[in-house]
């Protein structure tokens, strides 16, 4: 029995940690057009300060710019630290402007972009234009929202991304839906992400990621097979089109009776998982019977964002 849930949560885990996908934004954002020598002065650390960080990768983020002059520091800057060398940062460029640029790819991008541009007009956040713009949003928005899965922002302005597997009926969501529309759904949500993470990060001047809060409460069964399948077709360009983009990976709630199987799921992961995998309890979110008060409880959300900070110190 425990080995059954053992495969069942390994299954689960496997395909969470690997993915950022669905969205429900409920912080308001707002969109800049400003370069990064407007950035604002503020304390930040070194380690996340984007100015530090364009000093000490300033050839390699000059030398992107040859790949296309339309490309921003910023981005550039997030694609010469998320690789080793920069022949290997150019050629995941070069891939990621192409997807961009044609065919359904850029399809996305421009809805996404769209939509993030219409949602922050006023300096507000209208977050049922996303929601409604996201690609095959008539079906897919029957099975996601507030209620399994929501996106929050710590004080320094981090987004949280938050999702109770257990809670999406994966299935039935499958059989109305292709492994290709589903993927595609979540490469718009990827590329919102991005548009506000990288606002933050000229706003503040603190590279802005994305902490990934995937809570096991409730987990029973393994993914739907077609539904892990849109989940990895999506993860697998995640680092090649959104680097330097992916926080700490948050495994929340486990069962206290798997809890002793930790060491064994840890070396299963790719070593840069492994670097950012985190096997927490988070009582305040597992106290929850939805999500949906992260986003519609001011108390609430300010007590989970107080766990999260302190879940991140661990």
Avoid at 57 to 69: I, M
Avoid at 172 to 178: A, P, R, S
Wanted: hydrophobic fraction near 40%; charge should be positive.
């Amino acid at each position: 029995m425990i080995f059954v849930s053992f495969t069942k949560i390994f299954a689960l885990v496997t395909l969470l940690v690997h993915d950022s996908s669905a969205f429900q934004q409920q912080v308001a954002f707002h969109r800049s057009r400003n370069n990064l020598v407007e950035l604002k002065a503020t304390a930040v650390s070194t380690e996340r300060n984007v100015e530090a960080l364009l000093r000490q990768n300033r050839r390699k983020v000059d030398s992107l710019a040859s790949v296309s002059e339309d490309v921003s520091e910023l981005t550039r800057l997030r694609f010469a630290l998320a690789f080793d060398t920069l022949g290997e940062a150019r050629s995941a460029l070069t891939e990621a402007i192409s997807y961009r640029s044609k065919g359904r790819g850029k399809e996305i991008v421009d809805a996404a972009t769209e939509a993030y541009e219409t949602a922050a007009i006023g300096g507000g956040w209208d977050n049922e234009i996303v929601r409604n713009a996201a690609p095959h949003a008539s079906i897919i928005n029957k099975y996601i929202s507030s209620k399994n899965i929501v996106t929050v922002s710590t004080g320094n302005d981090d987004l949280v991304y938050v999702i109770r597997a257990s809670a999406i009926d994966d299935k039935k969501m499958m059989d109305e839906v292709t492994v290709t529309q589903l993927s595609e759904f979540f490469m718009y949500v990827k590329e919102i992400h991005n548009l506000v993470a990288n606002y933050r990060s000229i706003k503040n001047g603190r590279l802005c990621e994305v902490i990934f809060a995937n809570d096991i409460t409730g987990v029973r069964k393994a993914p739907d097979s077609r539904f892990s399948k849109a989940l990895s077709s999506s993860s697998s360009q995640y680092e090649k089109l959104y680097p330097s983009l992916a926080g700490p990976t948050m495994i929340l709630n486990l069962p206290i009776i798997l809890q002793a199987f930790v060491a064994l799921f840890k070396p299963l992961f790719p070593k840069t998982v492994q670097a950012r995998l985190k096997f927490l309890r988070a009582p305040v979110l597992g106290s929850l019977s939805e999500l949906t008060p992260l986003t519609s409880d001011s108390n609430t959300r300010q007590r989970f964002i107080n766990e999260i900070d302190n879940l991140l110190k661990k």
